[in-house]
């Protein structure tokens, strides 16, 4: 008010000065301060209305939230150029922005918002002295890295004039709005970023679980015939070849010992799986003679590498039950292991019945083995089968060379 009044006081000496006394020698104070009430009317009426709506956003009242230029500092927790997106999409959809003006590269964010009269064009703020300023406001949001997960906002919301015309208009809290829209927008993103991370988490969380309970169930693959014909031919035996059953009963104690559940981290070996198959053959042998034949070659140097618990078993016993038993005159089951590149590739083969229609499974073993391998290594380990020569099947497992690490039911973690 003060600075208008000056200006005013300034005009009607000029006035008076150049037009009233050369002139028409009257005296025009009365007129002068009649113009001066009026004056300090409109300016009145313009800085009530900017003081009321100014406390409505803020709540309070202060040097900050009155002056027309806002300025925030805003620290948000991603890195810089996340930030910067979220920024410029916050200024975009400001309401009224024209111009928008964005530098990915420096990280900047310039803007042109039309100022809304926030009393509409028929009200007396519509015809108040604000009007001979711009009617529009101007935004500046710089974006300062803060580490490789933070990034630091600088944002300047002011009129679109030079700083001087603050002293004669004000913008009816129009900054403070868009200053505050943006702090809204930014938090309300980032809680909605964050509310995805969560639910993420627990949607993770939820199909380890899933993915745990479905190994367990993959892992329970001891059949319990195997071990009632077991039992019942070692009974056979202690009555006429005593020694025989006691070597039968000490290969089952060997084969379940290596059957029994592992705590989720504890890893198996080609070692380990290897001597649990060695023990379930052996029982094997004693019950098939001579129609049962084994051949290992895996080397010492890979019996260390990290193997998933029971499927080597798995492919042992497929040979076992598809191929040689329903054979006549059995035949041999060969275990191998061979390094490929990064990979260790563990197969097992045998000469018998082959891909038969009497020979076939249900193929419900070899789909748990696919699946196990899915679950634990992803695409890093397969699974092929094919036909041996001159006959029977060929069933080969290659997962990662991994010896210092951890295999668990969620995948292969490295220690």
């Given at each position: 008010?003060l ?6 006081l300034f005009l ?32 009145a ?11 409505l956003i ?5 040097a ?131 509310r ?66 592992r705590?989720?981290d504890a ?22 003679g ?7 070659d ?15 078993q ?39 019945r ?21 679950l ?22 290659t997962?990662p ?15």
């Open positions: 008010m600075a208008w009044l000056g200006c005013y009607c000496i000029l006035v008076n000065q150049t037009i009233f006394e050369p002139l028409f020698d009257i005296d025009p104070s009365g007129w002068f301060a009649l113009g001066a009430l009026l004056l300090a009317s409109f300016i009426s313009g800085v009530f209305s900017h003081i009321r709506r100014v406390r803020a709540g309070t009242l202060n900050s939230s009155l002056s027309n230029r806002q300025r925030r500092q805003i620290e948000i927790p991603f890195e810089a150029g996340e930030a910067f997106d979220l920024i410029d999409a916050a200024i975009r959809e400001l309401p009224g922005a024209e111009i928008v003006d964005s530098a990915r590269d420096s990280l900047q964010v310039r803007a042109k918002v039309r100022r809304i009269d926030p009393y509409g064009s028929g009200s007396h703020a519509g015809w108040s002295l604000d009007h001979f300023g711009s009617r529009r406001n101007q935004i500046l949001a710089t974006v300062t890295p803060n580490g490789d997960a933070a990034g630091s906002v600088t944002l300047i919301c002011e009129p679109e004039g030079a700083a001087w015309t603050d002293v004669l208009l004000v913008d009816h809290g129009t900054n403070l709005e868009n200053a505050e829209a943006i702090v809204r927008a930014i938090t309300r993103r980032v809680a909605a970023r964050r995805g991370e969560q639910a993420q988490v627990r949607q993770t969380a939820t199909e380890k679980e899933l993915t745990v309970a479905k190994l367990n169930l993959l892992h329970a693959q001891v059949e319990p015939h195997f071990l009632y014909n077991t039992l019942a031919s070692a009974q056979v035996l202690t009555r006429s070849d005593p020694a025989r059953a006691d070597e039968m009963l000490g290969n089952l104690i060997q084969y379940l010992r290596h059957s029994l559940p705590t989720e890893p198996s070996t080609i070692g380990e799986e290897l001597e649990r198959a060695r023990a379930y053959l052996d029982i094997l042998k004693i019950r098939m001579p129609r049962l034949q084994l051949q290992v895996i080397p010492d140097a890979l019996r260390g590498v990290l193997f998933p618990t029971m499927m080597l798995t492919l042992v016993e497929n040979a076992i039950k598809h191929g040689l038993e329903p054979k006549p005159g059995g035949g041999t089951v060969w275990i191998l292991a061979r390094q490929v590149d990064n990979t260790v590739a563990v197969t097992v083969a045998d000469d018998g082959g891909f038969t229609a009497e020979g076939g499974g249900t193929g419900v073993g070899l789909r748990n083995v696919r699946e196990r391998l899915r634990a290594y992803g695409s890093a380990a397969s699974f092929s089968i094919v036909a041996n020569f001159p006959s029977g099947v060929a069933a080969t497992i997962v060379n991994a010896v210092n690490s951890t295999l668990n039911a969620g995948g292969l973690h490295h220690a």
